[in-house]
């Protein structure tokens, strides 16, 4: 079941580097609209329960350590088709394979710190977007 809400996350490095505005205005240019934003820290076990999926992997230190490093912005966006579009504008994960244009090739730093998160799918959507808004956040 496709829906018109998918979550996002500015990730510690693009907020370290003051390029949040400039992202929160190319989401809002593709036609987005902002739901529900806040700018929180996650604590290391915070962002373990987050990525609770990839704890066997062994990129799974790596990763929570650097979610946890610096403030990140957390979004929910609604838009027709949210989660395809979104993920298309973000860009591939790794920057050297993005395309031209897209935030990653734009602001991301490496495969690891690349600048944003996008929703795969519509279940992983909502589940994400719970996961930091209460029903009373998301409007």
Known sequence: MTTNRTFTMIKPDAVADGN??????????AGFRIVALKKIQLTKERAGQFYAVHSERPF?????TYMSSGPIIPMILEKENAVADFRKLIGATNPAQAEDGTIRKLYAKSIEANAIHGSDSDENSKIEGDFFFAGIEQY
């Open 60 to 64: 799974y230190d790596g990763l929570t």
């Open 20 to 29: 949040s505005g400039a992202i929160i205005k190319m989401i809002e240019e």
